[in-house]
């Protein structure tokens, strides 16, 4: 039986495969230290974090679409990539 309407609409909770992925945006978008790291040295970050190379591939192009398609928050994956930007470019978004 599939969900209907109103069921389709509601929020889904990320997959318990998704954990790592959600831990390393949730590193990224709190500890500016870890997000530091993540600009300076984002492969070994994300191997320390136990991504796939899939998770990866889609981490290292901040690919929103994707992400959430394996399971990252949707304000994880915001959040991470406004540190991210923020971090890459400091002003970038000063009028943000």
Known sequence: MSPGPA???HYRF???SAYALNRCLYA??????FAERFL????TVMA???LSEDERADLRRMDRDALVARGAHPYLVFMAGLRLATLAEPGSLEYF
């Not at 300076?40 to 492969?43: F, H, M, T």
């Open 14 to 16: 990320p997959p318990a």
């Open 7 to 9: 069921e389709a609409a």
């Open 48 to 50: 320390e974090q136990g």
């Open 40 to 43: 300076a040295d984002a492969e």
């Open 28 to 33: 990224i978008k709190s500890d500016r230290v």
